[in-house]
């Protein structure tokens, strides 16, 4: 079956300029993951849905990152005012169910942003 | 000091090769995730392991829960097994389903 999509896959943008990114997870894929993976390093937590539910935003960088899932399935990354710093690839990860023995996520193939 | 180390940062092998990559944590875990990412690619799930080894192909996987350590093995190894291989874990506490990443280990297989 798919697998986790993101979109764009590349995007550029200028710095100041406001941007969205799009994670389709796995269909019936409960919960859903946002990290951020700077170059050279591993990815970093962001937020965390179960459902619609935002249950964790702990590491979303600044006020300027918001994410949402309204219906539960499809989530968007924005970020406002884009500044060199948040250059990186995004990753969206899915899992299926909320029990510790199916935890294991399903990621997508990221978005790399540039910040010029 | 990371929650999650991995050595080496970076390996170069000769194709054939066994191969290992360590993955130490400091932290209490429910389990531990090895990952691939090649270039420009995604990151794809090798294995998800909370106890003893496992095995697919070439690959095999131990975790010592006790020593907080885990080794990830290739063996026969060949050039499209260049890639970057990453250690996560999933934290013990219930309901936290957060991964806490290594910063990976750069593999390169040398034909």
């Known amino acids: 079956g798919a697998g986790v999509s993101q979109s764009p896959r590349y995007k550029v943008a200028k710095r100041g300029q406001d941007v969205a990114l799009r994670c389709d997870p796995i269909?019936?894929?409960?919960?859903l993951f946002w990290y951020q993976q700077a170059l050279g390093q591993g990815p970093e937590f962001l937020t965390y849905?179960?459902?619609?539910?935002?249950?964790?935003k702990s590491g979303l960088p600044s006020d300027r990152f918001f994410a949402e899932r309204p219906e539960g399935s499809v989530s968007t990354l924005k970020i406002q005012r884009t500044q060199q710093e948040d250059s990186a690839v995004y990753l969206c990860?899915?899992?299926?169910?909320?029990?510790?023995?199916?935890?294991?996520?399903?990621f997508g193939p990221g978005t790399r942003l540039t910040v010029t | 000091k990371n929650e999650v180390e991995q050595s080496p940062q970076n390996l170069t092998a000769q194709e054939g090769e066994f191969i290992t990559i360590n993955c130490s944590y400091s932290?209490?875990?429910?389990?531990l995730h090895w990952l691939q990412q090649h270039p420009g690619g995604g990151i794809v799930s090798l294995f998800m392991?909370?106890?003893g080894k496992k095995k697919h192909g070439r690959l095999i996987a131990t975790i010592n829960i006790q020593e907080k350590h885990s080794s990830l093995h290739i063996t026969a190894s060949h050039p499209r097994d260049s890639a970057v291989y990453i250690c996560?874990?999933?934290?013990?506490?219930?309901?936290?389903?957060?991964?806490?990443f290594g910063t990976g280990t750069r593999l390169t297989i040398i034909p």
């Open positions: 269909s019936g894929h409960v919960s």
């Open positions: 996560a874990v999933l934290p013990s506490n219930f309901g936290n389903e957060k991964l806490t």
């Open positions: 392991l909370s106890s």
């Open positions: 849905f179960q459902n619609e539910a935002q249950l964790d």
């Open positions: 990860a899915s899992s299926f169910k909320r029990d510790w023995s199916s935890y294991e996520q399903y």
């Open positions: 932290v209490g875990i429910s389990a």
